[in-house]
Nanobody
Framework: VQLVESGGGLVQPGGSLRLSCVVS????????VSWHRQAPGKERELVAS???????TYADSVKGRFTISRDNAKNTVYLKMTSLKPDDTAVYYC???????WGQGTQVTVSS
């Protein structure tokens, strides 16, 4: 099982980014995947999750701003982030909910 994130970068407050997580070693349509983030000096926290049947959940801090989705044909899970704030600055990781595997992370920095 392997997960590889991409799409991070530097963005101004109010801007948008889309993160991608390409998975391998399991059939994406049959399992759940989640996005987590870890800011400097803070614990890693759950941001959003998408289950086997497409049910999504979000942390209160990102509801209405972030959207998790997946493309089973491309074995990819996305995290669309809009109205970004400096507090969203963190390393973002994707995780296989069922196998417990993590990606290497991608840095998102929100700053003017």
């Amino acid at each position: 099982v392997q997960l590889v994130e991409s799409g991070g970068g530097l963005v101004q407050p109010g801007g948008s980014l889309r993160l991608s997580c390409v998975v391998s070693g399991f059939t994406l349509s049959r399992y759940g995947v989640s996005w987590h983030r870890q800011a400097p000096g803070k614990e890693r926290e759950l941001v959003a999750s998408i289950g086997r049947y497409g049910i999504t959940t979000y942390a209160d801090s990102v509801k209405g701003r972030f959207t998790i989705s997946r493309d089973n044909a491309k074995n990819t899970v996305y995290l669309k982030m809009t109205s970004l704030k400096p507090d969203d600055t963190a390393v973002y990781y994707c995780k296989s909910n069922d196998f417990g595997a993590w990606g290497q992370g991608t840095q998102v920095t929100v700053s003017s």
